[in-house]
């Protein structure tokens, strides 16, 4: 059962426009979300996160938006550039002492960004 | 900044044999995560490390092992490489559960 679902395989966008790539969740013990982005031949970089106390958070050209009654989150990048053409991942994390961490995934998203 | 290394690249296997991969991290972490990723299907954790020699099972660790013998390295054993064990391998690590993971650059596997 995929607890973290990536539904759109692929997003096209021109530059300087909004990319949004979604996320939702099934799991209610996940209290801590992340994204990653991941350029081929390299491993993911972590890119932004959100408690779950929190339903927004930004960084510079990138926020995540969290609705935790829908278990949806999203990733939007403003304005979009050439360089963020890369796979996305969204990932979440349970709570408690012994998760150590570990993170679930979704199957990701291939952003591509168009001059 | 710290670094987590996968030994290999890319690694061609044959059907049938013993497959090592191999991840060091240099920053004292305490827990390493092996994933596999492939398309449509994202990351999947195969084996996780919160001590040395501790270890317990991700989500598909069927056909896998792992070692643990000292902190800064975690290994990944294919015991009888298959076909299907064909994949992008990734370890990670984090500090505490606080932290978020630190990635390796990936193992391209082809196992023929």
């Known amino acids: 059962d995929q607890q973290v679902k990536q539904n759109s395989p692929s997003l096209s966008v021109q530059e300087g426009r909004i990319s949004i790539l979604n996320c939702d969740y099934t799991?209610?013990?996940?209290?801590?979300f992340l994204w990653y982005k991941k350029y081929p031949a390299e491993g993911p970089t972590f890119l932004i996160s959100?408690?779950?106390?929190?339903d927004k958070n930004e960084d510079g050209r990138f926020t995540v938006f969290l609705n935790k009654s829908a278990k949806h989150l999203s990733l939007h990048i403003v304005p979009s550039q050439p360089g963020d053409s890369a796979v996305y991942f969204c990932?979440?994390?349970?709570?408690?002492?012994?998760?150590?961490?570990?993170?679930?995934f979704g199957q990701g998203t291939i952003l591509t960004v168009h001059p | 900044d710290v670094k987590v290394t996968q030994s290999s690249r890319y690694l061609v296997k044959r059907t049938g044999e013993k497959v090592f991969l191999e991840c060091v991290q240099d920053?004292?972490?305490?827990?390493m995560f092996w994933y596999r990723q492939d398309p449509g299907l994202g990351l999947r954790l195969i084996y996780f490390?919160?001590?040395?020699?501790?270890?317990e099972k991700g989500d598909i660790p069927e056909g896998y092992s792992v070692s643990r013998e000292k902190k800064e390295r975690f290994s990944l054993i294919l015991e009888s490489a298959s076909t299907n064990q064909t994949s992008m391998y990734l370890c990670?690590?984090?500090?505490?559960?606080?932290?978020?993971?630190?990635f390796g650059s990936g193992t391209r596997l082809t196992v023929v």
């Open positions: 990932a979440a994390q349970a709570g408690g002492g012994t998760s150590y961490g570990k993170l679930t």
């Open positions: 799991n209610s013990m996940f209290d801590y």
């Open positions: 959100i408690s779950s106390i929190k």
């Open positions: 920053m004292d972490h305490e827990n």
């Open positions: 490390s919160y001590d040395v020699k501790m270890k």
């Open positions: 990670a690590s984090n500090l505490d559960s606080n932290y978020g993971y630190t």
